[in-house]
């Protein structure tokens, strides 16, 4: 290679690695022998066009084994806040990797746990300060919500078990944060008759929805352990935003009626909003907090639900039976630990933040042209958060096929077009991600 000439881009170097993979165009023998073997999430498989066989990825993009590249405007479920492999995040993973794996969060502790528990701490607002590991955002919301429950049957109430939530909201596929979620939702309804019943309202925003909120309190406060709410934003529900003043009349309501309040920042935590947290831009502390996510700047799974000291005082006895009973076996797991402890230095070294407000100004002006055109509902950009609301979509994954073609990975969902980049995405390939959206939404409207 001569001085002058670009070093391999590594994705390359590990292709070759893998003699399995066969560029261009052919499919490659490992994904002719697994696809039957696999069971793809939310998707009929019967219908649903065959998943594209990624090899690599690398800042925001996401390499195919016909060495095409896509430009990722997703983030992976909104996970990869910092890009795909950061070298920061890999070499704290490398590093853990070596040294300790897995340890049992059970009679052991270990430095990458503590040390990401405190600075989780210092970093949420007001003394939302115990931590509390699991691996997955929905059982970070399962683990809030037995909290809740337990907090008031350690205070001696044994009949609050059911919350308060929003329709429009997402918490999760378990068993427990389905039964939190947006009723009307697929999934809620097929489950129908095996969830518990929780009480489901709209989001008081207006005269009409105040009211009836109010009247669910009057009704019903005395069942619930608390209200349930993803904070700004809700996420899978369709990116529907909301005021901060809904944020701090819930806050109001919940100490009227001496409610827990519990945000789920699992989609709205690390800077996606605009700010570290969506709750600091309603000032408002919530008695329980969940994140994940991009926790781990979207290297691995791990999620936390982090509570208020007063919440943490109802578990403190000398009754071993108020200890709260959840314990997942990769609780904690330490590289998983230090890839967050990687993450939490990068947003503190790089300019996170400032990146997120130029991603949003972008967002802003490049999808502004969707907004005159026909069968477009509304175009709403809140942070790092670009979405363009359509009528209707016929076939989403038509739409979806259609970015690809464009050399774009943007997965619409229900009747949006929604865009969550890395922060780190170069000006360049947001600006062919709002391109491309607006191209395809204009032949779509002609
Ligand atoms: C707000 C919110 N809560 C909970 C979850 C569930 O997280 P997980 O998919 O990690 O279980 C999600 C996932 O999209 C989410 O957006």
Redesign the pocket.
Known sequence: MGKMDAPEPEWKHRMAANPTNRPPGEAPDWYRAGLDHIWRPYAQMKSARPPLPAVATLGSRIVLTDGRELIDGIAS??TACHGYNHPHIRAAVEYQLAVMPHVMFGGLAHEPALTLARRLAELLPGDLERVFFSE??????EVAMKMAVQFWINRGVSNRTKFLAFTGG?????TG?MAVCDPGEGMHRLFHDLLPRHHIVDLPWDEASIAAFECCLEDHAQELAGIVV?PLVQ??GGMRFHDAAVLRRLREAADRHGLLLIF?????GFGRTGTMFACEQASVVPDII?L??ALTGGTL?L?ATVARRHVFDAFWSDDPAHALMHGPTYMANPIACSAANASLDLFEREPRLRQVAVISQALRDGLAPCRTLSGVKDVRVLGAIGVVELERIDDVEGLRARFVEEGMFIRPLGNIVYLTPAFTIGADDLAALTSAIVRVVTARSS
């Open positions: 479920w909104w997955s955002g929905s059982v970070a919301v997402y918490h999760g596929d378990t944060a993803e996420g899978a789920d920042e699992i989609f709205t969940t994940g996510k799974p999620a």
